[in-house]
């Protein structure tokens, strides 16, 4: 059994696990062994819980020596973002506010997950409720990215990104709202897949943006991301947004769906603030995709430019609506220093929310102010729709669209202490949320100061079979996502 075995894929440890070479309590000890060896330095997880894990790899072993197994997925680790309900579990959002909750009931995601066989593990860090670009807004610590210590993760699910890349999970799930998943897997070199609005149930996820927030995994490798989505994907009765679509079996589309296929390159993507390092990698990944007969297409996506002031005005209106719920009456931190019910709402909040939440508030709150509505709200809306509709209009070209999924590599800590700077990380990213399409990040490179770096392959609404081929084509034959930090 080899010692680097929490290095693995998913797809190499479940023909282990099914040949009997490895057992899922052997396995899930060497993922403790490796969070408790590397943790201190990473500092990827809130919470984990050793003696759960091994219960459930226990379990895992028991059904499949009683020839019970239930897929790829039975026995192997996967780590959760600290926004997603796990019962029994610690559900703090990486907030004050929420520092001593605990979930009386798990998301769907984690039903579908236990029913599938996965060791649900440990909870990750993330930016305070979702908000951020660097896991520097978590209020308990600030997670650090693998390949330098010294540089962000990315955010804002910078612990699931982290985990998997230093080998402390074999896969996790975060939560998409603007790039929260494609732009740390980019900046930790793994894949990050979030998947269509819609597509994948958000009950039991802490809502921030609810028009835009979506669940996904983080994996090693596309197939991976096959697998993974194959258990989480599907109509939930219990999220109203949920959408009824047959769900195709993902993994055995990598081999059926050859192309060559037609892929579009947006001119808005490629210009002002683009590092040449990053531009040079994706540019290497298109040619690619051109040697195996792949027509490359200049694209126009018009109202890009539109995209992060559309995004901070809805999602922080959505924000401020759904943070309201935060009171200090009936769950969540509650102040001990007021003298009555309003001043209880007042200190509650104050002392709970962290700097960057109450700016994300503030600004929501004022957009949905009455004079402000129409003149905010209610255009973003109608500007959203004109960022869709480019989108849909290229579509008609191509069968998806290439870009970097970052402007740069990782950043170092305290690098973007201006909020506008970093708001701009998720450039690239923001435009799939608003347009509710699916979208994928995948390593491509690294830079002169062997830094990772990631290219977005963006997809047809509820196409991610077409998405997940395009992208294996790429990383079947490209050993990037092979690589792994020296920790």
């Known amino acids: 059994m080899s010692s680097e075995i929490f290095n693995k894929s998913i797809a190499e440890l479940a023909a282990l696990l099914e040949a009997k070479a490895i057992t899922s309590v052997e396995l899930t000890r060497a993922v403790i062994a490796r969070t408790q060896a590397v943790e201190e330095k990473v500092k990827a997880f809130n919470s984990y819980d050793p003696a759960d894990a091994l219960a459930q790899a226990a379990a895992s072993d028991a059904r499949r020596a009683d020839g019970q197994a239930r897929g790829p997925l039975d026995g192997i680790p996967i780590g959760i973002k600290d926004v997603i309900a796990v019962t029994g579990q610690p559900l703090t959002a990486s907030s004050k506010m929420l520092a001593n909750f605990v979930s009386p009931y798990d998301a769907t995601v984690t039903q579908k997950l236990r029913q599938a066989g996965a060791v649900i593990w440990g909870r990750l860090n993330l930016d305070e409720f979702a908000m951020g670009s660097s896991t520097e807004n978590s209020a308990f610590h600030t997670t650090r990215n693998p390949y330098d210590l010294e540089r962000v993760p990315g955010g804002s699910s910078g612990g699931s990104a982290a985990a998997l890349a230093a080998g402390e999970a074999i896969a996790t799930l975060g939560s998409d709202t603007g790039g929260s998943i494609r732009q740390p897997a980019a900046l930790c070199n793994v894949v990050g897949l979030k998947p269509t609005y819609g597509l994948v149930s958000r ?102 430019e539109y995209g992060v002031g559309v995004y901070y005005i809805i999602a922080t209106a959505e924000c401020s609506s759904n943070l309201a719920r935060y ?43 009455s004079g402000y509505y129409d003149a905010y709200y209610l255009r973003a809306q109608k500007v959203r729709t004109l960022i869709r509709q480019d989108f849909l209009n290229a579509y008609k070209e191509v069968d998806a669209i290439i870009t970097p999924t970052t402007p740069t590599p990782a950043f170092k800590r305290g690098a973007k202490a201006d909020p506008l700077a970093m708001y701009l990380c998720d450039v690239y990213t923001i435009g799939v949320n608003l347009a509710g399409l699916p979208g994928i990040s995948i390593p491509c490179g690294f830079s002169s100061g062997g830094l990772p770096i990631g290219m977005q392959l963006i997809g047809q609404p509820f196409q991610e079979a077409d998405l997940l081929a395009i992208a294996h084509a790429y990383d079947s034959k490209h050993d990037w996502s092979r690589k792994t930090p020296n920790l």
């Open 203 to 304: 009950f039991g996820l802490i809502a921030f943006a609810s028009s835009l927030d979506q669940i996904g995994p983080f994996t090693r490798t596309v197939e991976d991301a096959a697998i993974a989505l194959q258990a989480i994907a599907g109509h939930d009765e219990r999220d109203s947004t949920s959408f009824k679509v047959e769900i195709p079996d993902y993994r055995a589309a990598l081999k059926t769906k050859k192309g060559p296929w037609r892929l579009g390159i947006p001119k808005e993507y490629f210009g002002e603030g683009l590092d040449p390092e990053v531009a040079a990698a994706v540019q290497k990944a298109v040619d690619y995709y051109r040697s195996l007969g792949c027509e490359i297409k200049p694209v126009s996506l018009p109202h890009t």
């Open 327 to 369: 009171d200090g009456i009936r769950y969540g931190h509650r102040s001990t220093e007021a003298k009555d019910v309003v001043d209880l709402y007042f200190k509650s909040r104050a002392e709970g929310f962290g700097p960057e939440v109450k700016r994300r508030i503030i600004l929501g709150t004022y957009v949905l102010s």
